[in-house]
């Protein structure tokens, strides 16, 4: 994937289509656990006077491990969690982090209205 400082809101929508699609055998409650610690990441961002990336970035290389859970316990994650994967060492590699982090949380926002839109798991 590319720096995500540098991709096209067009890029982000067909990302998160495609995504969605993929993701339609992920339950929607493990969706949602995952997307409430993206939220918090989010709010601390919001909260932020001048952004200020090292602020958050334990928050998000920790999104590692806990997505890595869920597939460890269900295999059908295992596509989701190396996709957070490739999303945060994305992040993490662009120079131009404030955009990035914008960009992160565009398209784990529009992957979650995708995957509901395509009808993922409710149970």
């Known amino acids: 994937m590319e720096n995500l400082d540098v991709i096209k809101p067009e890029k982000i929508v067909q990302i998160a289509n495609e995504k969605g699609k993929d993701f339609t055998k992920i339950k929607t409650n493990q969706i949602r656990n995952f997307f409430a610690a993206i939220l918090s990441i989010k709010n601390k961002v919001a909260t932020m006077e001048v952004f200020n ?62 995957h509901k839109f395509y009808g993922g798991k409710d149970n």
């Open 53 to 114: 990336f090292e602020t958050i970035e334990t928050d998000i290389y920790l999104l590692k491990p806990k997505i890595a859970y869920a597939a460890g316990r269900k295999n059908e994650v295992e596509p989701f969690k190396n996709f957070i994967d490739e999303l945060v060492a994305a992040l993490i590699k662009s120079t131009d982090k404030e955009k990035a982090t914008q960009n992160f949380f565009n398209i784990i926002e529009s992957v979650v209205a995708y």
